[in-house]
């Protein structure tokens, strides 16, 4: 049985920075691409960031968090992160741990594994 878990998340300043984490267990998640989606209430979750498992063609990104946002992994340790850089308001949202087969999935949400979810408020 698959399980992401996510840790991190809490409440920030405008302008302040948070770091998430997510490790998985479970299965051997190696092979798979790895990211982050946000959700707010009323909205579809939103692709943020995420990379393919061999990270040929680097880090993708939504375009909103571009320049402020940092995925990484640490495949040996079946943990991804995000540095989360400059928080808006606009970037409150539970964040979710997403693990799926490519990464052209990642970014359509076509998701096979998702973590529960940590909450990230900021406070202007």
């Known amino acids: 049985q698959v399980q992401l878990t996510e840790y991190g998340g809490g409440s920030v300043q405008a302008g302040g920075s948070l770091s998430l984490s997510c490790v998985s267990s479970g299965k051997d998640l190696s092979r798979y691409a790895m990211g982050w989606f946000r959700q707010t209430p009323g909205k579809e979750r939103e692709f943020v960031a995420g990379a393919a498992w061999h990270g040929g063609g680097g880090n993708y990104y939504g375009d909103s968090v571009k320049g402020r946002f940092t995925f990484s992994r640490d495949t040996p340790k079946n943990t991804i992160f995000l540095q989360m850089n400059d928080l808006k308001s606009d970037d409150a949202a539970v964040y979710f741990c997403?693990?799926?087969?490519?990464?052209?999935?990642?970014?359509?949400?076509?998701?096979?594994?998702w973590g529960q979810g940590t909450q990230v408020t900021v406070s202007s």
């Open positions: 997403a693990a799926t087969g490519t990464i052209a999935d990642m970014r359509q949400a076509r998701i096979d594994y």
